[in-house]
């Protein structure tokens, strides 16, 4: 006999496996190849039973011809079982929860039955209802108005409308001004700076800007017997178009808020001073 991967005479042996019914021993045969080290039954010899003349073999099965085990055949048996066991176990739950819902449902449907008043209000609200869903509908179904477009404007109006918002803009300022006490104000200037300021006075000396001055207006307050000699201010020309054009002598009414007061040298003695200062936003010119 060779072997089926070596394709080399194998060796035969025999080796005991059992005993019969008498105890006397079951002896099967084997082949052997010592290359692949393979192993190969080739018969059984069955148990010996007793018959009327003596003792005759059941008869001999080759072992050849019978197919072989698989491996972890047992495993994926014991892998299936389990799993069959969990899906019924599942089922079962299932079947319980739905049962258990189906009591749940049909305890509520008997207390709705024995209730006739939630009836009646269910009825009423569902008829009540229908005249307020009709109602949206006929919103819903309403065109929706299309905004107007808006008239375009010309230079001339655009101009106008620009001049009337200026002057709205002026008129508010003005009406917030309000005059302040000279000393005052120099006492506690901080309390003060930012306030709206209306001031009478006369410009006594226009200072023009340099390189690296603002120009400025030096004023003085009226003093009586027309003349303006009394407190003396410091006025910043912050307006935006620098109309009219103001002179020395011009006696105006500043509209403006009030600044921290600056520091200022005397050209003649050398001394420095503080004085009052003001932003001017508008002016009006007395004649």
């Not at 002896?27 to 005759?56: L, M, S, W």
């Not at 085990?69 to 739950?93: D, E, P």
Request: hydrophobic residues 30%; glycine residues 4%.
């Amino acid at each position: 006999m060779k072997c089926k991967k070596c394709n080399q005479e194998m060796r035969f042996g025999q080796e005991a496996c059992g005993t019969d019914i008498n105890g006397n021993p079951i002896f099967k045969d084997f082949a052997y190849c010592d290359n692949c080290r393979i192993r190969v039954e080739i018969q059984q010899t069955p148990p010996v039973q007793p018959t009327n003349n003596g003792f005759q073999s059941a008869g001999v099965q080759n072992i050849n011809n019978v197919p072989k085990k698989k491996k972890h055949g047992c495993l994926w048996s014991i892998i299936i079982f389990f799993l069959v066991c969990a899906l019924l176990y599942q089922c079962g739950n299932s079947d319980k929860d739905s049962d258990t819902k189906n009591t749940n449902s049909t305890s509520v449907s008997n207390k709705v039955t024995n209730t006739p008043a939630v009836k009646k209000d269910s009825q009423k609200s569902k008829t009540n209802s229908k005249p307020k869903q009709e109602a949206k509908s006929k919103q819903k179904a309403k065109p929706k108005k299309t905004a107007k477009a808006k008239p375009t404007l010309s230079p001339k109006q655009i101009k106008a409308k620009e001049k009337k918002a200026a002057k709205a803009k002026k008129a508010k300022f003005i009406n917030a001004c309000k005059t302040y006490n000279y000393k005052k104000v120099m006492r506690n200037p901080n309390k003060y700076v930012g306030k709206k300021i209306k001031l009478k006075c006369q410009i006594n000396q226009i200072s023009e800007d340099g390189l690296f001055t603002q120009g400025f207006l030096r004023c003085y307050s009226y003093s009586g017997y027309d003349i303006y000699a009394d407190d003396e201010y410091v006025v910043f020309d912050e307006r935006a178009a620098k109309t009219p054009k103001l002179l020395s002598n011009d006696i105006i009414t500043v509209y403006g808020t009030i600044e921290k007061p600056e520091e200022m040298t005397r050209a003649l003695t050398g001394t420095k001073d503080t004085v009052f200062t003001i932003k001017m936003k508008y002016v009006k010119i007395h004649n």
